[in-house]
DNA sequence: GCATCTGAGTTCGGAAGTTGAACCTAGTGG
DNA sequence: CCACTAGGTTCAACTTCCGAACTCAGATGC
């Protein structure tokens, strides 16, 4: 009896080690192999797995670019899909932030670019209402999903 | 030369296979051993480990528990810092569900117990802007962090 | 033409993690 | 005192991960 979840079929497509920080790279803006190999630490082989598994599942797109003096190459950009990950990213980055920051404070910072305030991954209801981040508001409510073995 | 981020250090802690998927369960009431096994699938020596991790990063606790006829068990609950990963696996849940449901929908929906609306990950400022969930309003600002290797 | 550089990727053998199945254990009820 | 149960532990096969070394192809210097 094994639950029926987005959550699990999230996790899935990136929930592996290096999936989320290779998604975080290019976020930032870096999009070839070499750089994202070096911010992200992981080894080639499976740098070089994971962005075809990320092609695949639609998160990662494909672009020929061509440095003046090189050979043509390949740089990844994020979907539609993957850009919409976002929160995700946004959402442990918090927690990190707020549980496991040094004393220097948070590395990175997310600002509004139109206002440039502090941004926030928060839960709210489609009727407007902020709820706490622990949860505490919350009622879930299955619509099906346990699934015999 | 390896980035500092608060998402790569949460990933350490919960980035492996199972450890969201217990968090769900406990998320949703399930409390004990066995039924996590159930509805996570997790095999017998991983849910061990993993719950010993969650517990040693005090993002659950245990508390015991006697069931009339038994011996007396543990049960495992979310702490303070565990009940704010709801919004990570909130978004990770909303991103499946618009990306990867079948044809019949969700198969959880969250609600608002105030209200009864439907609950979404967002992302927002702190001068109450709500942003895209693509984060294409969003700027990253380093503020340091990139680590010599 | 030939050697060399570079970014991207492959190959390799050893280390680490994951798997399902079988076994263990301490109370409890019969 | 025997069987049952929830919650682990152990085990051997298997898979994945790792870092280091190697390959590949096109660009450039000589």
Chains 1, 2 share one sequence.
Do not use: K
């Not at 592996?16 to 999009?31: A, N, Q």
């Not at 549980?99 to 600002?111: C, N, T």
Request: glycine share 10%; proline share 5%; with cysteine.
């Amino acid at each position: 009896m094994s639950r029926i979840c987005s959550v699990a079929r999230t996790l899935d497509i990136v929930g592996e080690r290096w999936s989320l920080l290779v998604l975080r790279e290019i976020f930032l803006g870096v999009r070839r192999f070499e750089p994202i190999r070096e911010a992200t630490g992981a080894p080639r082989a499976v740098l070089t797995d994971r962005l075809r598994s990320l092609v695949a599942a639609g998160i990662v797109g494909q672009r020929d670019y061509r440095e003046p003096g090189s050979r043509v190459r390949q740089e990844y950009r994020l979907t539609d899909a993957g850009r919409e990950l976002q929160p995700v990213l946004t959402a442990l980055m918090q927690w990190g932030d707020r549980h496991l920051a040094g004393p220097e404070g948070p590395p990175l910072e997310l600002r509004h670019a139109g206002c440039g305030a502090h941004v926030r991954a928060t839960l709210a209801c489609e009727h407007g209402h902020l709820l706490p981040d622990n949860g505490s508001e919350l009622h879930a409510v299955q619509r099906y999903g346990d699934r015999a073995t």
